[in-house]
């Protein structure tokens, strides 16, 4: 099996910056694309921000310019770089990401989510 771990949520007033990490452990093959997605109270989940194995990032539009996405394939480690935060990004992040484990197959993992809430 696998786990991915997130940290670096917390409480940060408008135009502050936080920085997600999220962690993948376990009996690893390879971890393909990796991302975040967020969900506010009474919302949908939505994607925020994607990144392939090779680096190709993708990102909802309303944090483009702001979050940056980044991964250390040596730690099995994927970022969310959130600058210039404003309330509407309040929300629980999750990590998500493609992992194929050790004579298994490939499959969605999430984490537990971390709170961002950003005061205006």
């Known amino acids: 099996q696998a786990q991915l771990v997130e940290s670096g949520g917390g409480l940060v007033q408008a135009g502050g910056s936080l920085r997600l990490s999220c962690a993948a452990s376990?009996?690893?093959?390879?971890?393909?694309?990796m991302g975040w997605y967020r969900q506010a109270p009474g919302k949908q989940r939505e994607l925020v921000a994607t990144?392939?194995?090779?680096?190709?990032?993708d990102y909802a539009d309303s944090v483009k310019g702001r979050f940056t996405i980044s991964r250390d394939n040596g730690k099995n480690t994927v970022y969310l770089q959130m600058n210039t935060l404003k309330p509407e990004d309040t929300a629980v992040y999750y990590c998500?990401?493609?992992?194929?484990?050790?004579?298994?197959?490939?499959?969605?993992?999430w984490g537990q989510g971390t709170q961002v809430t950003v005061s205006s």
């Open positions: 376990g009996s690893l093959f390879r971890i393909n694309a």
């Open positions: 990144i392939t194995s090779g680096g190709n990032t």
């Open positions: 998500n990401a493609d992992i194929r484990i050790l004579f298994g197959p490939t499959r969605p993992y």
